[in-house]
């Protein structure tokens, strides 16, 4: 009898651990109108493994103008347990996806949008980058997209990331990160602001252990120590201009897109260890593992 338990225990754990490798092993690609699911290990140098394709100018649930501000995407971040994604456009829009149906739950028009992020409460908060009606931070009530509950000024703004740990939401713009505490459901309120080095911050994301963010500005890539508030350049890592999105996984592997012409690449690069994997057809903006 305890023979059989063992063995039981053994081939859950098998079951369980096999589960978490295959999930941490496949990535979002976003750029274009596309949001693609790719697996990492049956994907090599010459072709992509795509598990499936998302088109907003094919989403049966937007409306022409929808699809319209869904032409450029850059930005895609699984949420719940990677149940759905957040998906942002510069074209003026974020949506709120189906992982499994691709289904849109929901979508606002934000200026120039650049990332999104979800938020107690029942909301979502949005980064409108430089734009005659851009430059703030937004928030929104997922059951009314059409009314905006609360927003800052932030010029070019480009990440919001909400750490649950500190009940705090940062937000990142053109040379400041800021921490905003979130008193009730329509308001967040201004704790403090950092400096950046350098300028033009890009992308905010917060690192698989939690206990830093990754950011990037026009002339590299740093960790923001969470707890300390100190900026650190990203230890041997590949250092470029305007990398354009850097996470990493459980195993330390770092996932990043660097421009090949203009802001787009054709490649979504790995480090340590080192990959570079192509999509030749499309012109990726960011990528992200997904969790």
């Given at each position: ?130 734009n ?118 459980g ?11 203009s ?22 903006y960011?990528?992200?593992w997904?969790?």
């Amino acid at each position: 009898m305890k023979t059989r338990f063992a063995f039981l225990i053994f081939v859950l754990n098998l079951m369980s651990f096999g589960s978490l490798k295959a999930q941490k092993s496949q990535f979002l690609v976003c750029g274009d109108t596309k949001l693609l699911l790719v697996d990492y290990q049956k994907s090599t140098e010459e072709k992509a493994s795509i598990i499936w394709e998302w088109d907003a100018s094919q989403a049966a649930d937007l409306s022409e103008e929808q699809k319209r501000r869904f032409r450029t995407l850059d930005d895609c971040k699984a949420v719940n347990n990677g149940k759905q994604i957040l998906v942002s456009s510069s074209s003026s829009a974020i949506a709120l996806l189906d992982s499994k149906t691709r289904k849109v739950e929901f979508v606002a028009n934000v200026p120039n949008a650049h990332s999104i992020e979800l938020l107690p409460h029942n909301r979502i908060i949005a980064a409108a980058s430089t734009n005659d009606k851009g430059n703030k931070i937004m928030v929104f009530d997922l059951d009314n997209p059409d009314q905006v509950l609360f927003e800052d000024s932030l010029y070019s703004a480009h990440g919001v990331v909400w750490v649950k740990e500190q009940k705090l939401l940062y937000a990142l713009g053109y040379d400041v990160l800021r921490a905003y505490s979130f008193p009730n459901p329509n308001e967040l309120k201004l704790e403090k602001t950092w400096k950046i080095p350098g300028e033009g911050g890009h992308d905010l994301f917060l690192s698989n252990d939690r206990k830093k963010f990754f950011m990037t500005e026009h002339h590299g890539a740093w960790t923001f120590n969470l707890k300390s508030g100190e900026f650190k350049k990203i230890k041997d890592f590949p250092q470029a201009e305007n990398i354009k999105s850097v996470g990493d996984n459980g195993s330390g592997q770092f996932i990043y897109t660097v421009p090949e012409e203009s802001w787009w690449t054709f490649h979504v690069s790995f480090h340590q260890p080192e990959k570079k994997i192509p999509f030749p057809d499309m012109k990726v903006y960011k990528a992200r593992w997904y969790k």
